[in-house]
């Protein structure tokens, strides 16, 4: 039987291994809608929750989405309204920047989350085209998790990208 | 030894009396019923199956999702309480048929925030051509662990909730936007 100091530490590695809670979004598309060939374009992030935009969130999630849609070889060049370009519209709907010593005595206390509200609209009928909800915490780790509040922006915006991408190979 | 077990009988325990918790009631996922308007659409509104959903049938019921079914009943009361339609069916057989996709369904574990995002479109029952459709979203935020450690029945009932204010969006839409569509 573990000795109680011991039970501690594994009671603590479960709970940050556990915490860093992170689900891939699943982009719903509208009948007969098929994006390969599009390009994309982000309009300004907007936020429901006023806290996302006062520490930077949505500025960041604009960022980060901007640097992987480009990695993948999918953002529009130029401002342009054609049928081509499909407009990314985020709303990042809750926001929490949560906090170190929360996320040390876990059980939720100092959670950083963020969810966002990603909808694709066509460039030019602005007919909605797409649909999905990105969900990241970061629930526990203490000291390991300096800078949850920046990493669930990042691993949000990395999944909204990945989530396009997906959609767009299995459209080939 | 005696800490120990302690300790896992109290866990047990919480285990055990939440996984006794009653899922959470149909009723708890309507609307408030709200006047309801004169009959506007002088048709029959079949109910299409809803998909997507998950079914309840879990042991941890604490993060289970709302299942079809539920969500279907539901969708079938808060309809017939606006009294929009001469009459309001489940099937796919109607003058006018509803689909139901309940698109993304999440709960975090940490801050205990459950999101609900549902696609819902109405067709015409003879030719299925889309006459109407829609998204919506809802969520609802939750208490820390340590006020409710043992309390299960506090996220089935946000999940309820969240269910209730998408069912509610819907129908506040529909209501306004489905009679000026059928034009």
């Known amino acids: 039987m573990l000795s109680l100091s011991r039970s501690f530490v594994l009671l603590g590695a479960l709970m940050v291994s556990a915490s860093a809670y992170a689900e891939r979004p699943l982009l719903w598309l509208n009948e007969g809608v098929d994006l390969n060939g599009r390009q994309f374009e982000i309009a300004p992030v907007m936020e429901v929750d006023r806290q996302a935009d006062d520490t ?25 309204a054609d049928g081509n370009r499909v407009i990314v519209v985020c709303r990042v709907m809750k926001y929490a920047r949560g906090s170190v010593a929360g996320r040390w005595v876990g059980g939720g206390l100092g959670a950083a989350y963020i969810i966002v509200r990603v909808m694709l609209l066509d460039g030019g009928s602005h007919a909605l085209l797409g649909d999905m909800v990105s969900v990241q915490e970061i629930a526990g780790g203490g000291l390991f998790s300096i800078g949850a509040e920046k990493t669930v922006t990042s691993n949000a915006a990395e999944e909204i990208a990945k989530a396009i991408a997906q959609r767009q190979k299995a459209a080939r | ?153 506090w996220l089935v009932r946000v999940r309820a909730r969240t269910v209730q204010d998408n069912l509610r969006q819907f129908t506040a839409a529909l209501t306004d936007e489905l009679p000026r569509s059928l034009k």
Request: glycine letters at 8%.
């Open chain 1, 56 to 80: 930077g969130a949505t500025s960041g999630l604009q960022q980060k989405l901007t640097e992987h849609l480009a990695a993948l070889g999918v953002l529009a060049s130029a401002a342009r």
């Open chain 2, 1 to 153: 030894m005696r800490i120990h077990v302690a300790i896992c009988l109290w866990i047990l325990a919480g285990v055990l009396i939440g996984g006794c918790t009653p899922l959470v009631r149909v009723e708890d996922m309507v609307p408030a019923q709200m006047a309801k308007v004169p009959i506007v659409v002088d048709k029959t509104l079949a109910v299409a199956p809803v998909r997507g959903g998950e079914p309840s049938e879990s042991f941890l019921r604490v993060i289970a999702n709302a299942d079809n079914a539920e969500y279907a009943e539901a969708l079938l009361r808060a309809l017939r309480n606006t009294g929009l339609f001469r009459e309001v069916l489940a099937g796919e057989r109607g003058d006018l048929v509803l689909r139901t996709e309940i698109i993304s369904q999440k709960t975090t574990l940490g801050s205990k925030i459950y999101t609900l995002l549902v696609h819902y479109d109405v067709r015409a029952g003879t030719n299925g051509r889309v006459l109407w459709r829609g998204n919506f979203y809802s969520d609802m935020a939750g208490l820390d662990l340590f006020t409710n450690a043992f309390d299960q029945t």
